[in-house]
Nanobody, 122 residues
Framework: QLQASGGGLVQTGGSLRLSCAAS????????VGWFRQAPGKQREFVAV????????LYAVSVMGRFTISRDNAKDTWYLQMNSLKPEDTGVYYC?????????????????WGQGTQVTVSS
């Protein structure tokens, strides 16, 4: 129900835009976030777009470089990633949750996309 795409190989300082397309149900009243997992590390929060219209939230490590947005007409969310660094390398997942749990916590997310690989070369 969530399909992530847009990953790839980019040099340090480059940009990528990830997409997360939803299907199969209405994802209007739902929080959608991005998480990432680097090799040998735990999955971590990157950004979230709360459905209530509150401002997006970002991990400190990506603040000012990444921007999450949504296209309601397409039920698609985006993660624009600029000024990429090697430490941004990992598999990026989009996820959605319909509960009121903490936006930063992975366990609160009910739906997960399959992940898309982002590799930033130095």
């Amino acid at each position: 129900q969530l399909q992530a795409s847009g990953g790839g190989l980019v040099q340090t300082g480059g940009s990528l835009r990830l997409s997360c397309a939803a299907s199969g149900r209405s994802f209007r009243a739902i929080d959608v976030g991005w998480f990432r997992q680097a090799p040998g590390k735990q999955r971590e929060f990157v950004a979230v777009m709360p459905w209530r219209g509150d401002r997006p939230l970002y991990a400190v490590s990506v603040m000012g470089r990444f921007t999450i947005s949504r296209d309601n007409a397409k039920d698609t969310w985006y993660l624009q990633m600029n000024s990429l660094k090697p430490e941004d390398t990992g598999v990026y997942y989009c996820a959605a949750k319909s509960n009121s749990g903490n936006l930063y916590q992975i366990l609160n997310y009910d739906y997960w996309g399959q992940g898309t690989q982002v590799t930033v070369s130095s």
